[in-house]
């Protein structure tokens, strides 16, 4: 089973509004990383949140987590058409020493 | 900064072939890891290695073999190419013990 999530497959938006994509997770973390995947790319990590924050920003990216509920969001501003990707979050597996990624939610914004 | 290559970009072969896929980094990181993606599918981990020499089998290691000769090159072999194993192959590297890991472009495999 899987053990992180993002809860859409696919969300699309205008330039200039707002995107949410929402992951879901199994296991206790130390850490959730938020990466980004664009078309014929390897994904690139985004945000990172420690167990102990509850919310992360960097520049137009807010990523929230909630460690009671097992749950994390990433939430984009005045998207972009170069937003256009597939958004993926990843936990630690145990051990720490490799990722567990979710299946990821297609993000496509148009003009 | 730094930079991960994958070689090939495009790897076709045949059902029952060995086929070797490369990768190189050089952020001079300690750890390496081979993931396998799948249309419409999250990164599934084949293998990774904490440092030289070291191996260490992911959840999909079954029907792979790697190699890790040299602290800034891990190769991944498919030692029988079977149909439904068409995907993408991404390998990342990461400093030992951190959680942020840097993807090369990946490779696109299809089996005929």
């Known amino acids: 089973s899987q053990l992180a999530e993002e809860n859409l497959w696919a969300l699309s938006v205008h330039e200039g509004e707002s995107v949410t994509v929402n992951c879901s997770y199994k296991t206790s973390i130390t850490a959730l990383q938020w990466y980004r995947q664009k078309s014929g790319e390897g994904p690139a990590q985004l945000i990172l949140?420690?167990?102990?924050?509850r919310e992360k920003r960097n520049g137009r990216l807010r990523a929230t987590l909630d460690t009671s509920s097992q749950s994390s969001s990433l939430s984009i501003t005045a998207t972009r058409c170069e937003d256009t990707a597939v958004y993926f979050c990843?936990?630690?597996?145990?051990?720490?020493?490799?990722?567990?990624f979710g299946t990821g939610t297609t993000v496509s914004v148009s003009p | 900064g730094g930079i991960i290559t994958q070689t090939p970009k495009f790897l076709i072969g045949q059902e029952g072939q060995k086929l070797t896929l490369k990768c190189q980094q050089n952020f001079n990181h300690d750890t390496m890891y081979w993931y396998r993606q799948d249309s419409g599918k999250g990164l599934r981990l084949i293998y990774y290695s904490i440092t030289e020499n070291d191996l260490q089998k992911g959840d999909l290691s079954e029907g792979y073999d790697a190699s890790r000769e040299k602290k800034s090159s891990f190769s991944l072999t498919v030692t029988s190419a079977q149909k439904n194993e068409m995907a993408v192959f991404l390998c990342a590297s990461s400093i030992r013990g951190a959680h942020e890991q840097y993807f090369g472009p990946g490779t696109r495999l299809t089996v005929l």
């Open positions: 949140i420690r167990s102990n924050e």
């Open positions: 990843a936990t630690d597996a145990e051990g720490g020493r490799a990722l567990i």
